[in-house]
């Protein structure tokens, strides 16, 4: 059973938005003084992989893309129970520059040098972007079934068999594989790894692969953004005045209605 693992480094989401700023002239989002983690949701992913590991065999990839990938940041994945790393790096492949569309694709290109595999697990969404969409690309380049949103899943029998979280409820899905499933944070948290377990990953083999090695183009952007720019807060302070509760309350709500809030 080979597992791979799509794990994509992101700021820190759990850093203050003081640490955000807008670049207006590249028009993107920069985060200044954040450490890099794995999101969260492929760390969901990360987690299910193990425990499907631990109870039937197998092996764990960490595929990861990007333009500088931390390797502290994946060595801690790697210590929680994968087997090697795949690094997708080059310095034209910066995450803030790739559409959903060019990082699907030079991610199937790499899961088709690491065939023969048997299951993709991939976060439900990125925490960076929200756009919940590379998994899907993904395998539909690859040509194979996908299940998304789960949060426990089996193997039995050459088939994968999956719950999935719905707004009301859940549900039970199978399908053949090999299949991609996203991954919803009810899988639960990735479990800590020991300071052993981090030492012991520094040997697990680790492969770096660039455009040579993936032999392909990175197809045109589909979205182009025109325009960014921060939300504009105005504050305005009111104070009515007024001799008693009933008075102020009728004024406060005439006020209201001239300014079309009620």
Known sequence: MHI???????????????????????KRVVARGLPPVIN??????????????ERIGGSVTLLSLGRKLSRA???????????ASVLLEDEAWDQALLDSRATATLLAAALRKLE?????????????????VVGLGVARLL????VTLARSLEVEGGRVVVERVLSDGCEVVECDLPALVTVSGEAGELRYPSLQA???ARELPQRVLGPKELEGDVPPPWMETVCLEPPRRERRCRLVE????????EKLALLLWEEGVI
Do not use: H, W
Request: net charge negative.
């Open 242 to 249: 007024a001799d008693s509760p009933a008075e102020a309350g």
């Open 73 to 83: 940041v994946i060595l801690k994945a790697m210590a929680a129970g994968a087997d």
């Open 4 to 26: 791979v693992v799509l794990a994509k480094v992101v700021p820190d989401p759990e850093g203050p938005p003081s640490s955000y700023e807008v670049n207006l002239a590249d």
């Open 40 to 53: 969260p949701f492929d760390e969901n992913a990360l987690e299910l992989a193990i425990r499907v590991k």
């Open 143 to 146: 040509g194979i079934p996908a």
């Open 198 to 200: 981090i030492r012991a």
């Open 116 to 132: 023969p595999f048997d299951l993709v697990l991939c976060g439900r969404q990125a925490s960076d972007t929200n756009a919940g």
